[in-house]
């Protein structure tokens, strides 16, 4: 006999007994632009709530960020110097070096994850070294070993490559192994495809390639099957958690890689994603926060563990419990 599925909707007591899927703080990652300036805290005009900040002013952001409860972050930054090669990303005393110390010393508590690219470094904006106006796959290897050991040297939690080249988890693994950071994960940008809606970011990260585009490193939006043969990669070369991006047009993928596969999976809520709830939000054609709730819990149900994403702190303030009455702080003994 067919079930009466109302019954299980009729109060908010019994739809929370019987909910599937369930937000929370812990899942977030919350991303930061840090840029190698002074007294900087400038809005990104694409990304309404998002600031770029250099690291004298990065305090006001984390002191929020750790009261919300947010314990991880992924960092981004932006240099003073670009170069062809993007050589500021293994400077010891580059900007995410600074950073990586900086958070590691004044805010113990929080995980810090390393972006590891070179788009914002290089003065071509593209993801590594240049070949005839392509990205050299093998030449950009070698420089990701020297980004991803300043980051471990600075003391960096986890580390996350986003350029999409091939064998560069096996590289940054064998790297980190090879110095003695055995311990630090990594978590591979697995599924990365070549979007439209990264538009936003590239302005917040100054990373915009002045020719052309991604399209002959990242993946193809068209392929699926392709996503598990980029998975399946980063899990053989030693990644330990697996990342799709974009997330929304992409929550297939998302599902795909949590029915295949053991590991974590991320996913990254990106600019653009971001930018599209906040302007229809302001024009008061959504109602943003349901829209923003809705979005994240559709990204969590998809499959994925963990939500790199700049609602992270709004979020985390509707997710928070509702503090006790005064008084009933404490249980009567
Ligand atoms: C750099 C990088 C990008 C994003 C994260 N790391 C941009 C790109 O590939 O052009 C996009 C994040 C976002 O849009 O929020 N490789
Ligand atoms: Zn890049």
């Not at 770029?52 to 305090?59: A, N, P, W």
């Not at 980051?151 to 996350?160: F, I, R």
């Not at 939000?281 to 994240?296: C, F, H, R, S």
Request: hydrophobic share 40%; glycine share 6%; proline share 5%.
């Amino acid at each position: 006999m067919a079930e009466r599925l109302r019954d299980n909707r009729k109060t908010e007591e019994i739809r929370a007994k019987v909910r599937e899927t369930k937000l929370e703080i812990s899942n977030f990652i919350y991303p930061l632009f840090i840029e190698e300036a002074e007294n900087i805290k400038k809005e990104i005009a694409s990304m309404p709530g998002i600031y770029r900040y250099s690291l004298d002013r990065i305090s006001e952001e984390l002191d929020e960020v750790v009261a919300l409860g947010i314990q991880s972050v992924i960092l981004f930054g932006i240099p003073l110097h670009k170069d062809a090669e993007g050589s500021e990303s293994w400077n010891d005393e580059g900007i995410i070096q600074k950073a990586i110390r900086y958070i590691k010393t004044n805010y113990p508590s929080l995980q810090v994850i390393a972006d590891v690219c070179f788009c914002e470094y290089t003065d071509h904006g593209h993801c590594g070294v240049l070949c005839e106006r392509d990205v050299d796959n093998d030449l950009t290897l070698v420089n990701l070993r020297k980004q991803v050991l300043a980051q471990a040297k600075a003391g960096v939690d986890m580390v996350a490559p986003s350029g999409m080249m091939d064998f560069a988890v096996r590289e940054i693994r064998a790297e980190l192994d090879k110095n003695g950071f055995q311990h630090i994960p990594i978590m591979g940008y697995s599924v990365k495809y070549c979007s439209s809606y990264y538009g936003p970011f590239r302005d917040a990260a100054d990373s915009a390639p002045s020719f052309g585009d991604r399209r002959t490193y990242q993946m193809d939006p068209a392929n699926r099957n392709e996503a598990l043969k980029e998975a399946q990669a980063d899990i053989d070369e030693g990644a330990e958690i697996l990342m799709v991006k974009p997330a929304l047009s992409y929550l297939d993928i998302i599902r795909d890689l949590k029915n295949n596969f053991d590991l974590p999976i991320a996913a990254y809520n990106v600019s653009g994603e971001y930018s599209m709830i906040k302007a229809a939000g302001k024009n008061g054609w959504i109602d943003e926060q349901k829209v923003m709730m809705e979005t994240l819990l559709s990204i969590k149900r998809a499959g994925a563990d963990i939500i790199i994403t700049y609602h992270a702190k709004e979020a985390a303030k509707l997710l928070a419990p509702p503090s006790l009455p005064k008084g009933e702080e404490k249980m009567p003994s």
